[in-house]
């Protein structure tokens, strides 16, 4: 009786979670780089979901992360659990625009990246001037790098979600590449806003729930 009663419970629970979608304002609110030529349409799809997250952070974990769970993407893990918390207590921040210049430093490491089949933030050619960087490989659709960047299984520090979501943030660049190991990769270079962050207070917009393997 308890076990049909708790597959009762997550099956009414999945419903409710998918009854709701993105309205066709909050898709548009986050598509700030709809109009960017160079971008495939891919890239654009990244910069919009991981808007989608910072804009509307508790709808987009009943949403999307249900999917992902629903459809067996992932598997309930510390990660998965530990972002639907992030994203259930998160306050909203405000939504990544594009940059030339990050564009093209993203542009020039994918494809270093992609040639060597490397992994990892370390340039040889390409240069710098980014303020945080994620790398994100193995799929090519913008809705599952920002998944994979936001999970960020195997990755204690959280650091690619922590950059995604950090309020600081306002400019980014997007490129995706052919990778020889990982068949696609993803990189993102961020800039700063140029107001001042005194105390490390970009960082204390949301509560980060670490993940426990528990």
């Not at 490491?109 to 040639?115: D, L, V």
């Not at 998944?147 to 922590?162: A, N």
Request: aromatic fraction near 12%.
């Amino acid at each position: 009786m308890t076990r049909l009663f708790f597959i009762a419970l997550f099956s009414f629970c999945s419903q409710v979670a998918f009854a709701q979608e993105w309205t066709t304002q909050e898709f548009e609110t986050a598509n700030t780089a709809k109009d960017i030529e160079i971008f495939t349409s891919e890239e654009k799809e990244v910069v919009r979901y991981i808007n989608l997250a910072r804009l509307f952070p508790k709808k987009f974990a009943a949403i999307e992360i249900t999917k992902c769970l629903a459809d067996g993407s992932y598997s309930e893990s510390g990660y998965v659990n530990s972002l639907m918390n992030t994203l259930k207590h998160m306050k909203p921040v405000g939504e990544l625009y594009f940059n030339d210049n990050m564009y093209k430093l993203a542009k020039c490491f994918a494809e270093e990246s992609g040639a060597s089949g490397y992994t990892g933030h370390n340039r040889k050619t390409c240069k710098k001037g980014y303020d945080a960087e994620c790398c994100s490989y193995g799929y090519e659709s913008g809705r599952q790098i920002t998944i994979q960047l936001l999970i960020d299984e195997g990755v204690p520090s959280l650091g690619h979600r922590i950059i995604c979501l950090d309020k600081s943030m306002e400019k980014v660049g997007v490129n995706i590449q052919p990778h020889a190991k990982y068949n696609n990769c993803c990189v993102l270079d961020f800039k700063r806003a140029s107001i001042s962050y005194s105390n490390n207070s970009h960082r204390s917009k949301f509560r980060l729930f670490k993940y426990n393997t528990k």
